[in-house]
């Protein structure tokens, strides 16, 4: 077989496996619905702990979980899965940016937190006293 044709077969099978995926949703991000899809995404992974309150962020991609003693719950959408962590009050760094967006900075290494953008400066603030440690 020439090397024209072995070149032209791969670059076709890779296109349709490429095309394929697409088109069964494989490249579709995940998004949460409203508060209670957040609640059972959470709960999923940590079976005892109770959200008293939750404050969706952006279009449905982060969601963050009022628990006891002081910790946030966050639900964050990477791609077509989530990532759910328990935040202990000032362990991270925090900022308010723009109107109604909040910087997350994390020190853990397999996520770096992001830039979330709420509905209101009002539950922004909420959300970063929170993460601080200065109640809400």
């Given amino acids: 077989m020439s090397l024209p044709v072995l070149v032209a077969l791969v670059v076709g099978g890779i296109s349709a496996i490429v095309v394929l995926l697409h088109l069964t949703g494989g490249t579709r991000d995940a998004r949460l619905a409203d508060a209670e899809a957040a609640r059972a995404r959470f709960a999923a992974d940590f079976l005892e702990e109770t959200a008293e309150r939750i404050v969706l962020a952006g279009d449905g991609n982060a969601a963050f979980l009022v628990l006891s003693g002081g910790r946030t719950g966050i639900v964050q959408a990477f791609g077509?899965?989530?990532?759910?962590?328990?935040?202990?009050?000032?362990?991270?760094?925090?900022?308010?940016k723009g109107e109604a967006d909040l910087a997350l900075s994390t020190h853990e290494f397999a996520w770096r937190g992001g830039t979330y953008r709420f509905a209101s400066a009002a539950e922004r603030d909420a959300v970063a006293a929170r993460l601080a440690g200065k109640g809400a």
């Fill in 80 to 96: 077509d899965r989530y990532l759910t962590r328990i935040h202990a009050p000032g362990e991270d760094d925090i900022a308010p």
